[in-house]
Nanobody, 127 residues
């Protein structure tokens, strides 16, 4: 069973940076599109960013574009979410995801389109 293991969350102050990592153990990781969702307390799960198999990136604008950067290292089977200038409204559980069925697409898609999910990592930004 393929797994996604996230790390890098924590408690930071507004304006700080964090880098989330997500390592995939399945054989399809490097051939898939990768991405991140987040869910804040009392809110629905929200698309954050996506990177296609070909390296095309898509962001939830205007929420995070210009502050967050998604990247991938296929040799390490790892994707990253660099988050700069964090704001209290970025507080959420962040989930890494894998899209096997649409690897080259740059569409953000809803949560249902993603085949694999990590367990989530908490990011808390204090004001």
């Amino acid at each position: 069973q393929a797994q996604l293991v996230e790390s890098g969350g924590g408690l930071v102050q507004a304006g700080d940076s964090l880098r989330l990592s997500c390592e995939g153990t399945g054989p399809t990781f490097s051939n898939s599109a990768l991405g991140w969702f987040r869910q804040a307390p009392g809110k629905e799960r929200e698309f954050v960013a996506r990177i296609s198999r070909g390296g095309i990136t898509t962001y939830n604008t205007p929420s995070v574009k210009g502050r967050f950067t998604i990247s991938r290292d296929n040799a390490k089977r790892t994707q990253y979410l660099q988050m700069n200038n964090l704001k209290p409204e970025d507080t959420a559980i962040y989930y890494c995801v894998v899209d096997i069925r649409n690897p080259y697409s740059d569409m953000p898609y809803t949560a249902a389109a993603y085949d694999q999910w990590g367990q989530g990592t908490q990011v808390t930004v204090s004001s």
